[in-house]
């Protein structure tokens, strides 16, 4: 493996990071912002929607989900195909941890109930989520060369909910969609119903 070396000979000479090595900034390519809607999708080459390889990694920033209907969870799948179908085999895991307001119920646990082993199905990214006026899921999706013909799909999500029962929860969940295929769409929805918040894709450098 080549060697990266700087040609200053002392660091506190350096102006400039050369191009070649990367800053691990984030690029914003896309925001869009539910309102009372079904899904959300972002589609290689619509509305400048890129997951063609300019970046190797990608990251989905969800801020404020909300539920118009109590007690359901933010999911999704990926599409081989342009948004036509969301049927990506997935292989998953999902860890949670909980604590309620009263202080009388807490819990670190891994989910069974929460992944996937080989299904087509759309991948939760958290519990229940309630619908009051002030509950809501934020959190951020990470996946790592969608663009790539040669490996599976890894992705790790992290994020926190305002749950249905009055509790702050973590979700944590890990996997991979298992194609060789460039995935070129990704559709976020809910598990049942409509929703509210803002969800932003970037490039990470």
């Known amino acids: 493996m080549a060697l990266i070396s700087v040609s200053n000979n002392a660091l506190s000479n350096i ?12 690029t914003l390519i896309k925001s869009i912002t539910a309102s009372s809607s079904a899904s959300i999708e972002f589609i290689n080459g619509t509305s400048g929607v890129v997951l063609d390889g300019t970046y190797l990694s990608y990251v989905f920033s969800f801020t404020d989900i909300h539920p118009a209907t109590d007690n359901n969870r933010l999911e999704f799948n990926f599409s081989t195909d342009s948004g036509s179908n969301y049927n990506v085999t997935k292989t998953t895991t999902f860890v949670e941890t909980y604590h309620n307001e009263a202080d009388t119920d807490t819990i670190l646990q891994y989910n069974a109930g929460g992944d996937l082993a080989q299904s087509t199905a759309f991948q939760r990214l958290m519990g229940n989520v309630g619908n009051g006026s002030d509950e809501s899921y934020s959190g951020t999706v990470q996946i790592f060369n969608p663009s790539s013909t040669t490996y599976v799909k890894h992705f790790i999500a992290d994020g926190n909910s305002y749950h249905g029962a009055d509790y702050s929860a973590r979700w944590l969940i890990a996997g991979y969609g298992n194609t060789t295929s460039a995935i070129n769409a990704i559709k976020f929805q809910m598990s049942s119903g409509n929703f509210d918040g803002t969800i932003k894709l970037y490039g990470l450098k």
């Not at 102006?15 to 984030?26: K, N």
């Open 15 to 26: 102006s400039a990071v050369p191009a070649s090595i990367p800053t691990g900034s984030l």
